[in-house]
């Protein structure tokens, strides 16, 4: 079956870095577009991020453009986000799942993995 394990979540300071990771398994992964999801304490879960199976496109929700970026290596089957200048906004459990864009569908929707939670605070 379908299981996704993010692992790389932390407590940060603002302006620092993480990187998170995502092992997947039980599909084809190459042939999935991958996306990052976050969701904060009392919010909608958002849109971070996606890239293609191919890891040549890549797309970014604006509040993280240019600070957080989305990477692939499909021998691995693990999807990357490396996160810069991070900000205490970005304090959210940070999920992966195997879609392009907000909405997941079929079995993707029913297997969320246990997310990794990131803090960015002083």
């Known amino acids: 079956q379908v299981q996704l394990v993010e692992s790389g979540g932390g407590l940060v300071q603002p302006g620092g870095s993480l990187r998170l990771s995502c092992a997947a398994s039980?599909?084809?992964?190459?042939?999935?577009?991958m996306s990052w999801y976050r969701q904060a304490p009392g919010k909608e879960r958002e849109l971070v991020a996606s890239i293609t199976g191919t890891g040549g496109i890549t797309n970014y929700a604006d509040s993280v453009k240019g600070r957080f970026t989305i990477s692939r290596d499909n021998a691995k089957n693990t999807v990357y986000l490396q996160m810069n200048s991070l900000k205490p906004e970005d304090t959210a459990s940070y999920y992966c799942?195997?879609?392009?864009?907000?909405?997941?569908?079929?079995?993707?929707?029913?297997?969320w993995g246990q997310g990794t939670q990131v803090t960015v605070s002083s």
């Open positions: 799942n195997a879609a392009w864009g907000p909405v997941v569908v079929g079995v993707f929707s029913r297997s």
């Open positions: 039980g599909f084809t992964f190459s042939s999935y577009a």
